[in-house]
């Protein structure tokens, strides 16, 4: 009767046997017992997000979503839309600390998409970062799901992010006709597929919906494993610092000294006070613990790398030579 309803034509046991829908304000005040009317099982919630300019925030119509859908005995789900405007940490902390009637088991999603104010799509690093807050602050057990087209799937690695054990919700709507497509085209790039977001033409009571399908084991709790090794940077033969050298720097500070931000290869303040930290710990830095480098930051940085190869001047002048031999202490495999 639905369009949105699987057939046996359409999908298989091993495919998706749940039906859902998600939820933002653009659905304010659907019908949650027409949704259960409708053979759905779960709504996934949009709790807020940080994609606006003017800061992070909590959709307006969330509490009574998530109310609507509890009562009705549907799976619940709460959603984070990703942006520039707010770290993955702290965004994880946000979403935490704003959860509505969370109960455990919960699924808990990362959309990670650009949309409004938002130019960058949080990386693998930047969504890795916000499941291990989440799963740190979050009682067990613990569901999480990271929505993602399936086009920017396929064109990067996610492997911090499936090592999480966050369940890849799969957005690919096909026709985009209402009807099943079949299952998504996730290539290599993610070990399966939980959760499929088919299309946005579903219908619930006349107030348009996105529709879902989801297996089972979509809604089983997970227990993060230990993510993978950052990569080798190769600061070290070319002198030029990039993302990989600012997260394996990242990773260094974290252990060694007070960073505490995400992995994310874009060196900040918090980046620059941890290793100003570090500096004056070990390597005779006396300037400001004030997250701002200038030649004070860099001349210690330089005589921390001396027994690293650099035979250069220590004039806090970083150029390729001084970032070799930083390179050379950031690739030992203590900061993988």
């Known amino acids: ?165 966050a369940k890849l919700w799969a957005a690919s709507w096909g026709p985009n006709n209402g009807t099943y497509p079949g299952p998504p085209d996730i290539g290599t790039a993610y070990p399966t597929w939980s959760a499929h977001q088919y299309t946005s033409a579903g219908t619930i009571a006349g107030t348009p919906v996105d529709l879902d399908v989801a297996k089972p084991s979509a809604f089983t709790p997970v227990e ?11 600061t070290e033969q070319d002198g030029i610092p990039g993302p990989v050298f600012w997260q394996r720097a990242q990773n260094w500070l974290t252990r060694d000294s007070t960073y505490r931000g995400p992995l994310d290869g874009v060196p900040g303040p918090q980046t620059f006070k941890a290793l100003q930290a570090e500096l004056a710990e070990h390597w005779s830095y006396t300037g400001p613990l004030d997250g701002i480098p200038g030649t004070q930051t860099y001349s210690a940085w330089q005589r921390s790398v001396v027994s690293w190869g650099y035979a250069g001047p220590i004039d806090g002048v970083m150029g390729p030579n001084s970032y070799r031999a930083v390179a050379r202490f950031l690739n030992q495999d203590a900061w993988d």
């Open 1 to 165: 009767m639905l369009a949105g309803l699987l057939t046996p034509a359409t999908a298989t046991a091993e495919d998706a046997t749940l039906t859902g829908i998600d939820v933002a304000s653009f659905q304010a005040g659907i019908d949650f017992a027409a949704v259960k009317a409708a053979g759905h099982s779960f709504a996934i919630v949009k709790a807020g997000g940080s994609q606006l300019a003017e800061g992070p925030y909590t959709t307006s119509t969330y509490a009574d979503q998530v109310d609507g859908a509890r009562a009705h005995g549907l799976k619940v789900g709460h959603y984070w839309l990703s942006g520039d405007f707010l770290s993955p940490t702290a965004s994880a902390d946000y979403l935490v600390d704003h959860l509505h009637d969370y109960r455990p088991g919960d699924v808990i999603a990362l959309d990670d998409e650009v949309l409004d104010d938002s130019t960058r799509l949080w990386t693998d690093t930047d969504a890795a970062a916000f499941f291990t807050r989440v799963h740190d602050r979050l009682a067990a057990p613990y569901v999480p799901w990271i929505y993602l087209n399936t086009t920017t799937l396929r064109a990067a690695s996610w492997t911090r992010t499936a090592a999480t054990g």
């Open 224 to 234: 993060p494993g230990p993510p993978p090794p950052l990569p080798k940077t190769t």
